[in-house]
C-alpha cells in the first residue's frame, strides 16, 4: 500500500517585510539580497502569532481541499524548528485545535528537512495500515530567532506554513521511495547556540545573542548543492529513472543559487524545479508545503506526473522522495 497527497493547504502572515525595509535597517541593498540569494520578499509573524496558529490555517485548508473532516484524521505529525513551547510538542497543540483528539500526535525536528522527514513518518503509519487519513505539517516562526542586525542571515527567513492530507493511494501512485540520510559533522555550521540542555538560558546567553540562529553560509551552501543533487541522483537510480521522467522538482527553497546550481547538475529540463523563494524567504519546514501547494495550485503537477521532493536541513540532515501524482 502507498499513501497519496489528497490535499495541500498553505498559510502566510499578512505582514510582508521587503529588501527595500530591509535596506533601512543594516546595511545591505535590494540588489545584494537579490542576486546573492534570489530573495526579495518575505513574510513575518505578527506579535502574539505562534507557528501553531500558521500551521492551523493551513492544516484547515489541507483538510477542507481533501474533503474530509477534522474528526476523520487519525495520526498527525508536525515538522518544525520553532514551536510554540519546549513542551507539550506542536503537534498535541494543533489537534487540540482543529478537534482530532484521540490520535497519535507529535513533533519532528530536523530543521529544513522537517517537512520531509514528518512525511515519511506518516507514510509509514499510512503503509502500515495503521493511519487512514494523516496530517502532515511544516510550520515555522524564524523570525522569532532570527538576529536582525547580522544582514547574513537576516535577510533569508521568513515564517509561513503548509499541509497536507495522506491517505491511501490507487495502485501505482502515491509516495513510492524516500531517502534519507545524516551528515552529524555540519552540526556547528548552523545552528541555535543557546536554549537547550548544553548551554541553557541564561542572562550570559542573552546577552551574547546566543538565542539566534547561527549560519557558517558557506560550507551550508556547498553542502546544499552537492546533497540535493546527489539525493535526486540516487532516488532516480533507485526507480531506473532520468531527469526527463520527473515533471516537478519541489525542493527546499534556501537560495536560488541552490536551486539553479542544482538543476544544472542535474541537466533538468527548464521550469521542472518548482521556486517560490523570491517571494517567501526561507522558512524552513515549511518551504516544500508551500511550494508543492502553489504548483498544484497552478496546475503544473497532474495525474500521473512523477514528482521529486528534495531537502537538507541543519545537522546536517538530507532528504528526498518519489511520488506519482494520483
Known amino acids: 500500500m502507498y499513501s497519496r497527497i489528497a490535499g495541500t493547504g498553505s498559510y502566510l502572515p499578512e505582514q510582508v517585510v521587503t529588501n527595500f525595509d530591509l535596506e533601512k535597517k543594516m546595511d545591505t541593498t535590494d540588489e545584494w539580497i537579490r542576486t546573492r540569494t534570489g530573495i526579495e520578499r518575505r513574510h513575518i509573524a505578527a506579535e502574539g502569532q505562534t507557528t501553531v496558529d500558521l500551521a492551523e490555517v493551513a492544516a484547515r485548508r489541507a483538510i477542507e481541499a481533501a474533503g474530509v473532516t477534522p474528526a476523520e484524521i487519525d495520526f498527525i505529525v508536525f515538522g518544525t524548528t520553532t514551536p510554540d513551547l519546549v513542551f507539550p510538542n506542536c503537534g498535541t497543540l494543533l489537534q487540540a485545535r482543529r478537534g482530532a483528539r484521540g490520535c497519535p500526535a507529535f513533533s519532528v525536528e530536523t530543521a529544513c528537512s522537517g517537512f ?136 527546499h527553497q534556501a537560495n536560488q543559487r541552490i536551486l539553479d546550481a542544482t538543476a544544472d547538475r542535474l541537466s533538468l529540463p527548464p521550469g521542472r524545479m518548482a521556486s517560490v523563494i523570491a517571494r517567501y524567504g526561507n522558512t524552513t519546514a515549511a518551504t516544500l508545503p508551500l511550494a508543492l501547494e502553489e504548483v498544484v495550485r497552478d496546475g503544473r503537477v497532474v495525474r500521473g506526473d512523477r514528482v521529486i521532493f528534495v531537502a537538507v536541513g541543519a545537522g546536517f540532515t538530507v532528504g528526498a522522495s518519489l511520488l506519482r501524482w494520483q
Open 116 to 251: 520531509i522527514y514528518a512525511l515519511s513518518i506518516a507514510d509509514k503509519f499510512v503503509k502500515a495500515g495503521e493511519a487512514k487519513c494523516a496530517l502532515v505539517v511544516g510550520a515555522e516562526t524564524l523570525s522569532r530567532i532570527t538576529n536582525w542586525s547580522d544582514r547574513n542571515t537576516a535577510v533569508l527567513f521568513g515564517d509561513g506554513a503548509g499541509a497536507v492530507l495522506l491517505e491511501p493511494a490507487e495502485p501505482g501512485f502515491g509516495l513510492l521511495d524516500f531517502y534519507h540520510r545524516v551528515d552529524g559533522s555540519g552540526r556547528n555550521d548552523l545552528l541555535m547556540p543557546a536554549g537547550g540542555s548544553l548551554h541553557p538560558a541564561s542572562h550570559q546567553t542573552v546577552e551574547a545573542r546566543e538565542h539566534f540562529l547561527k549560519q557558517n553560509g558557506k560550507v551550508v551552501f556547498k553542502f546544499a548543492v552537492s546533497q540535493m543533487a546527489e539525493c535526486i541522483t540516487t532516488i532516480l537510480q533507485r526507480n531506473q529513472l532520468t531527469p526527463g521522467d520527473i515533471a516537478m522538482v519541489v525542493p
